[in-house]
């Protein structure tokens, strides 16, 4: 995710005008008719409007994110992070019980074993329609029957290409976990009397 912070290159309690200042100087470089890049551009005039407005700045301090900084990668990387959350709210289990965080990698994981294992599953029903192609005679005024199962292996490649596009947001998720941990109690429970 974008850094509006680093982006301007001002302090976290920088006021308005540092903020316009330190826009005005980079804008300078930046801007495509100064020879900048249109999208670095683009992504230092949000990050400015960003850090000018008090309700987007103050969401983006609590939290972290900003739906206009965000790229696609890292907000579908959220939406999956935002479901495991709400497990999380949903389990009855006393905090400090477990570890929601090593949970929500543990789950990741699996997501990821089993896309991987359906991409297989794919990649083996292609190959049977793929060796029954190469074995079908065909006709040579229509060949029904072989566009029909070339349409199955191209729908087939479609699905692998959607899993794996899956397993890329599923593993930039667990991406987003890095760096937290959690503190278990250490309290044994005390024995039968």
Not at 44 to 69: F, H, M, N, S, W
């Amino acid at each position: 995710m974008i850094d509006p912070y680093k982006t301007l290159g001002v302090a976290r309690e920088a006021d308005g005008a540092a903020i316009k200042s330190a826009y005005r100087t980079r804008a300078k470089t930046s801007h495509p008719d100064a020879g900048g890049d249109v999208d670095a551009f683009s992504k230092l005039t949000a990050c400015y409007e960003l850090l000018l407005d008090p309700v987007r700045r103050k969401i983006y301090d609590d939290t972290g994110y900003d739906p206009q900084l965000t790229d696609a990668k890292d907000l579908e990387g959220m939406l999956v992070l935002d479901a495991l959350v709400n497990e999380i709210i949903l389990d009855e289990r006393q905090p400090g019980s477990f570890d929601p965080v090593a949970a929500m990698r543990r789950k990741l994981t699996d997501q990821v074993v089993n896309t991987r294992f359906h991409i297989l599953e794919l990649e083996r029903h292609r190959g049977r329609i793929r060796n029954h192609m190469d074995r079908m005679g065909r006709r040579p005024d229509s060949d029904v029957l072989g566009r029909m199962l070339s349409a199955r292996c191209n729908a087939i490649a479609d699905a692998i290409g959607k899993a794996e596009a899956e397993i890329e947001v599923i593993e930039q998720a667990y991406t987003m976990l890095e760096g937290y941990s959690y503190e278990l109690d250490l309290e044994t429970p005390k024995a039968a009397e």
